[in-house]
Nanobody
Framework: QVQLQESGPGLVAPSQTLSVVCTVS??????????WSWIRQSPGKGLEWMGV???????YSNPSLKSRTSISRELSKNQFSLHLGSVTPEDTAVYYC?????????????????????WGQGTQVTVSS
């Protein structure tokens, strides 16, 4: 089955850019209808979907984070990445990557964490000086 593994910096200073990488095994990020998302969970809060990149390279971000978020991929390494700019301590969270299959995309389906079948174990990122 699909396996996902996050890697991140652990600690990021305020106002800097946070970058986390997800390495995918046992599937390709170009598999038709596949979608690859970033989801985070801050202390005491629920899951927050951040953005997705599809098998064809199209991407979509949470409107509330869109101005600070970009998602990219590296096909040769079967990886996709999240970049979150201008971070504050409120961006401290466990960051998860997740995979799902979507025959038809819409904002509601890809943004619902319940629609993702496979998850990484998560990586803790703390924003602090």
């Amino acid at each position: 089955q699909v396996q996902l593994q996050e890697s991140g910096p652990g600690l990021v200073a305020p106002s800097q850019t946070l970058s986390v990488v997800c390495t995918v095994s046992n599937d390709s990020i170009t598999t038709t209808d596949s979608a690859w998302s970033w989801i985070r969970q801050s202390p005491g809060k629920g899951l927050e979907w951040m953005g997705v990149i599809g098998y064809d390279g199209s991407s979509y971000s949470n409107p509330s984070l869109k101005s600070r978020t970009s998602i990219s991929r590296e096909l040769s390494k079967n990886q996709f990445s999240l970049h979150l700019g201008s971070v504050t301590p409120e961006d401290t969270a466990v960051y998860y990557c997740a995979a799902g299959t979507f025959k038809f995309w819409n904002e509601g389906t890809v943004a619902d964490p319940d629609n993702y079948n496979y998850w990484g174990q998560g990586t803790q990122v703390t924003v602090s000086s």
